[in-house]
């Protein structure tokens, strides 16, 4: 069909006055401003716009709408845009898009737009600017409240706008949202919309304005105008191109002025196929015939009619030789129950199989549906959330009964929000536009006809989009199938890119015929988010790249750049992890950091531990609920190194607790740990230990931390904190003090996770930067070096220190680790020390942390290689799998201090196979012999450490 | 990739009405209660045996999960049940004479730090000796199986490695179950669905049978299928299940023309991803923190997993979500499984699979079968008692696998 005349001269509200220029399948089309890819389309004549993903079956536009279920495109500019029902896609300038078999491509380039979201919060959202929902927000706007109105279209008014307008409808009132969907129900009303901003722009989109934006609405009070939608009716060849719903040839004509055909045949089982006749036949359009299963129909029809078929179906739709197979030239017309075929020449056949008011929301939201016989469609039923549902998303039909629906609507949640709602309706609605009354109840009426019968149901489809016939239904419930979710997942029926929206019913129907169940029983398959297809990227907005979790950095971390540190990601901290001198790879700055640490003086930049005060008068008995050992002990002043267990028994967290006060405590946590340490705290105290009268704040951003580390660093320190006694006696290890240090006010604590005399000075944070300088300064002369983590595991495992997530993983005891000191036997109780009683949990062979010397001392064994017994080789090989395995190497390193390789393990019964050999089978197949030690290789007596 | 599924067989099952007595009753048709049946009607020769289930077969998390498949478990306790399942896998579309589409396209787990590395290394090693296949990818060999995998080292989280099990994949959800389902029906078990159980008759200490909605039900030996819900059930006869369950979400695209050739996992950068056979790409990430026992969540944990994707794969910027959906995951203290015998006589538990059943469902229904038959535990699931959470022999498997299973 050409397109030539399929644009009405006056219908439709696009500007006739500007055209745009468009490309499908590489032809170049024009439209106007108003229309939609498919509007543009059907005007140019282009009736096939893709093929069937299964069956490779031609298929065109079926509908005006969302539910579109065969009209899907490809965008392919300005950007590849995937699976576009071409009746939601606003034409513009250039746009190119493409036909698709069932599939869409992804762009293999980024794609340059921006997303983002917003919060918003009202009174009452309404969702659907149609008739029911203009009244229900403009009766709340004028009662005073904060309304949202949302809908997916470009403009209000609903599907098929009549021309009578909404001129009482008061737009700057309220906050009203086009072109946005509605798509998700959650608890405690809280919607999500997504706005399209830009793509309806073109080119000429503004790059700065998000392409998409995802609103997350909390809303008082719920109105859910979502209207409904035209259901097909199964026939042979039903999925021909030119075959549509109804009344979506209604709003092509009276939205874009576009006739659907020239000569239309209107296959109707409710009046509303009547207003089509109408409107098509006022336009111009040849009505051909008008078939209708009823004897009686509802109503005249308003317009000359070709032929009228009451009591008869369509029962076939073809294609023939002249115009090509892959549209409808020919309708076939029979009695109900059969008889005589008439054909009749039709270009358009209009199919209403009755409405299916949208209840997506509503089920989303929990609410209920009930099957009613009289709609013939599944209809609202209560719900528990604060919503209500108008108009013909609750089976009304006419446009005065939605209006009136929609202020009652809105009266109701007005009330329920304490809002009193004013007096006010909107004006009545011409005559013209007044609707048809409830669709199937005319008398007479035959029952719902969902398929034709007939002896081959191959190409009755009900699902368009996934290839699904009345045939593969009846197929599947021969199977043994009585679920409407089994035929589903059997048929793959509405699990296409439209869920469903115009087959649902239809297949349940199928399904009820065929068992001789009612739809009622059958119920429906379960409504999902999102309501319509939303694009990854607006869900991701703009938390990606950088802003996907944003890095933390400490105040020296333009210092630790410009001295050309390599980092590495902790938890969301990044922290120097070597400073590589000229030619330095990691293992040399690693060893020239390590005997700075060790024999001069070395810093780091140690503010990324976690830090939580506790304050309160049982501060004390909650730490030592808390932590494995006793903490309410502790002198102001001192610190003690602490070990918290999960309930488990296992080693959770580990640091130390310094006391400021009889009521403060400032802890430490590992980097990664800080956050779920305080989640852990806050969970004791509120849901266990409400009686506790204490209170935890994160600190760790408040105080840098600078390590001053090794047997020089007594005299850096005394350097810059004249006024401090620094001496071993005044100031012993496992001690703190407030002074000033270069300057600036510092707590000083003495404490160690190298074993060497160590200090951490601790600053406010912006004077970090400052301290580390100053440290630099004045260690100079002592060849201040500054170390990263790497260094700082290196210092720690050579003195059998573990790190809590490298050396343990959430099966390890503090006895595990050699740490049975830590846990207190006389504390009644903490948490975790019922598990160390458990059989298991006190096994003598449980996995220890040992140290392992590779008998090569220049051998670096991989992290995360096993050991393995001996005993268990055969002939020196490991045997078949599964190989027993006695533990893993947790860390591993060349130590400068000790000149050779060592390694951390957990081994089972670790501690009594000291000075024993095993064996690490390497990736390359060599099977390493290691001798297991205690952990402690350096300073075991903690001479250095206390000096 | 993507292609045409297989029809489903002509005939599935029949739909019997529930008899008086049955030797063996299991409760809950989803995967692991159907492969239990055929398990022991085929290996043990016990026929007369009803599987019940509360809404339709295969409705619960069978039908609502990502369908990975793999055996690269931390521990020698999971590897070795998993890989077992993973062998059954390898046979069971000629088995079960069903099309499920298994597809060993491999799975990657991601590393994004230093921490990531180590622990991948040590599963690598621990899985070769446990004979589970195994490897070690560098960024630029991650990229040559998956393309679409972002390596840039100029992103948040950089692409460290990967660990690599080529044998692991996916296979059609449904198709397993029906498969399961329809060998067990041939074999006269009888699928009992819409039958929910009400009560559990216990007497001196030994189960007698059960209370349904379509009636009392007798029955030598009962075995508990019921994933979220076991707690539930377990409660009827007193018996309290260290179990939490929660909503764990997923969802899928429209279909796609092919561009994921395998599965990747990622931890740090939290999410899993898989393009099923028709072409839609099918995701996963954590579960919604809350307790419940609704099969829905919140958008933010689905907004947060789309931000994830999006760092791995950009190319899925234009990617629409079609659908999300939630099911409810049993999750137990040490994230692994309860498979076993239980203080009542002729009272079996499979539960607290938490997100990772549906990989393990032939090696459950082989080993649950076996407990069932013998009335003692398969060696394979016998570390895997109820009791250990009293003795603290825990199968910890947090510390690897963390959550994304």
Known sequence: ?????????????????????????????????????????????????????????????????????????????????????????????????????????????????????????????????????????????????????????????GASPDTE??????????????????????????????????????????????????????????????????????????????????????????????????????????????????????????????????????????????????????????GDDAHGHDVLSTVDIEPVGGGPTVRVDADALLVSGGWSPVLHLYSQSGGRLRYDEVVGAFLPDGCRQAVTVA?????????????????????????????????????????????????????????????????????????????????????????????????????????????????????????GQALDAGIAELGHT?????YTPVSFAALAGRDRGQLYDPVRVTAIHDWHVRHGARFEDVGQWRRSWYYPAEGEGLAEAVRRECVAARTGVAFMDASTLGKIEVQGPDAGRFLDRLYTNVMSTLAVGAIRYGVMCGLDGMVFDDGTVARLAPDRFLLTTTTGNAGPVLDWMEEWLQTEWPDLAAWCTSVTDQWATVAVVGPRSRDVLARLAPGLAVDAATFPFMTWRDTVVAG??????????????????????????????????????????????????????????????????????????????????????????????????????????VGLLPEDPTLLLPEGVHVVDPACLAGGRLPEPPVPMLGHVTSSYRSAALDRTFALALVAGGRDRIGDRLYAPLDDGRLVPVTVAGPVLYDPEGARRDG | MTEDLPEHPDFLWRNPEPKRHYDVVIVGGGGHGLATAYYLARNHGITNVAVLERGWLAGGNMARNTTIIRSNYLWEASAGIYEHALKLWEGLAEDLDYP???????????????????????????????????????????????????????????????????????????????????????????????????????????????????????????????????????????????????????????????????????????????????????????????????????????ERQMSAALELFPVFARAHVLRTWGGIVDVTPDASAIVGLTPIDGLYVNCGWGTGGFKATPGVGWCYAHTVAHDEPHPLNAPFRLDRFSTGALIDEHGAAAVAH
Request: hydrophobic fraction near 40%; proline fraction near 6%; glycine fraction near 12%.
């Open chain 1, 391 to 511: 108009g013909a998303a609750r089976g009304l039909t006419s446009t005065t009964a939605c209006l009136v629906d929609g202020v009652d609507a809105a009266r109701q949640a007005l009330t329920a929000l304490g809002i009193t709602p004013v007096d006010w309706s909107p004006p009545s609605v011409g005559a013209g536009a007044e609707g048809p009354p409830p669709a199937t109840a005319a008398p007479g009426g035959v029952p719902d006809l969902r398929f034709v019968p007939a002896e081959d149901y191959s190409t009755h489809f009900v699902d368009f989009q996934r290839d699904v016939t009345v045939a593969d239904v009846l197929r599947a419930t021969g199977a043994g199938l009585r679920s409407v979710e089994h035929v589903k997942r059997y048929t793959t029926a509405g699990t296409a890119h439209d869920q469903g929206k115009t087959s649902g019913l239809l297949t349940s129907a199928v399904v």
């Open chain 1, 165 to 318: 307008g909404d001129d009482w409808f008061d737009r700057a009132g309220a906050r009203v949202l086009t072109r946005t969907t509605v798509f998700g129900y959650y608890d405690d009303n809280y919607l999500v919309a997504v706005e399209r901003r830009t793509d309806h722009l073109g080119a000429a989109a503004p790059g700065n304005l998000a392409r998409e934006r995802i609103w997350r609405i909390r809303a008082g009070q719920v109105v859910l105008a979502t209207g409904a939608h035209e259901r097909p009716i199964a026939f042979a060849g039903n999925d021909l191109p030119g075959v549509m719903l109804a009344d979506s040839a209604r709003t092509y004509l009276h939205r874009y002025g576009v006739l659907v055909g020239r000569r239309a045949v209107v296959f109707t089982i409710n009046d509303s196929g009547y207003r089509v006749v109408a409107d098509l036949a006022a336009a111009g359009v040849e009505i051909a015939a008008l078939v209708d299963p009823r004897e009686a129909t509802g109503g005249t029809v308003g317009g000359q009619v070709g032929g009228r078929y009451g009591g008869h179906v369509v029962v076939a739709a073809h």
């Open chain 1, 526 to 530: 379960t409504f999902r988010p999102p």
């Open chain 2, 100 to 302: 499920i589409l298994f597809s060993q396209r491999g799975v990657l787990n991601l590393a994004h730090s230093q921490q990531d590395v180590r622990e991948g290394a040590r599963r690598v090693h621990a899985n070769r000796l446990s004979g589970v296949d195994a490897h070690w990818l560098d960024p630029g060999q991650v990229k040559e199986v998956c393309p679409i995998v972002n390596i840039s080292p100029d992103v948040r989280y950089p692409v460290l490695g990967a660990t690599y099990q080529p044998r692991a994949g996916i296979a059609k959800h449904d198709y397993v179950a029906w498969g399961f389902a329809r060998a067990a029906d041939a074999l006269g078990v009888d699928l009992i669905q819409h039958c929910e159980v009400t009560g559990i008759d216990v007497h001196d200490g030994r189960v007698t049978g059960l209370r349904t909605t379509r009636g009392p039900i007798g029955a030598g030996k009962v075995a508990l299928s019921a994933a979220g819900h076991s707690s539930v059930l377990a409660r009827m006869v007193g018996l309290d299940l260290p179990v939490q369950s929660h909503p764990l979400q997923a969802l899928v695209s429209e279909l796609l023309e092919p561009v994921h050739p395998t599965v990747v996992m990622s931890n740090a950068v939290h999410v899993y991803v898989s393009q099923a056979h028709k072409g839609e790409l099918v995701m996963g990430a954590g579960i919604d923190a809350y307790n419940s026992y609704s099969q829905r969540g919140a958008l933010r944990v689905i």
């Open chain 1, 744 to 849: 600036l006010p510092a707590r000083v604590c003495r404490i160690s996770f190298s074993g060497e005399l160590a200090y951490e000075v601790n600053v406010a944070w912006w004077h970090g930067l400052a301290l580390w300088e100053a440290v630099y300064e004045a260690g100079a002369p002592y060849g201040i070096t500054p170390y990263g983590t790497e260094t700082m595991h290196v210092l720690r495992a050579e003195k059998g220190y573990p790190i809590v997530g490298q050396d343990t993983d959430g099966t390890v005891t503090p006895q595990d680790l050699g740490m049975a000191w830590v846990v207190s036997k006389k504390k009644a109780d903490f948490i975790g020390k019922r598990s160390f009683a458990r059989s298991d949990t006190a096994r003598p062979d449980r996995k220890h942390l």
């Open chain 1, 1 to 157: 069909m050409s397109g030539d005349g399929l644009r009405h001269a006056t219908e439709g509200r696009i500007d006739r006055g500007t055209v745009l220029r468009f490309r499908f399948d590489g032809t170049a089309y024009s439209g106007h401003p108003g229309d939609t890819l498919a509007s543009a389309l059907l005007a140019n004549g282009v009736r096939r716009i893709g093929t069937s993903v299964r069956l490779g079956r031609p298929r065109g536009v079926m509908s005006a709408g969302s539910e579109e279920p065969t009209g899907v495109v490809q965008l392919e500019a300005p950007f590849p845009d995937p699976m576009r029902p071409a009746t939601m896609v606003e034409l513009h300038d250039g746009l190119v898009a493409s036909s698709l078999s069932g599939r869409g491509r992804l762009a293999d380039r980024p794609d340059p737009a921006r997303y983002d979201a917003v919060h918003a919060h009202c009174d009452m959202l309404v969702v659907g600017a149609g008739p029911a929902g203009l009244a229900a927000a403009s009766l709340a706007v004028r009662s005073g409240a904060r309304v949202i109105l949302a809908d997916e279209r470009p403009e209000v008014g």
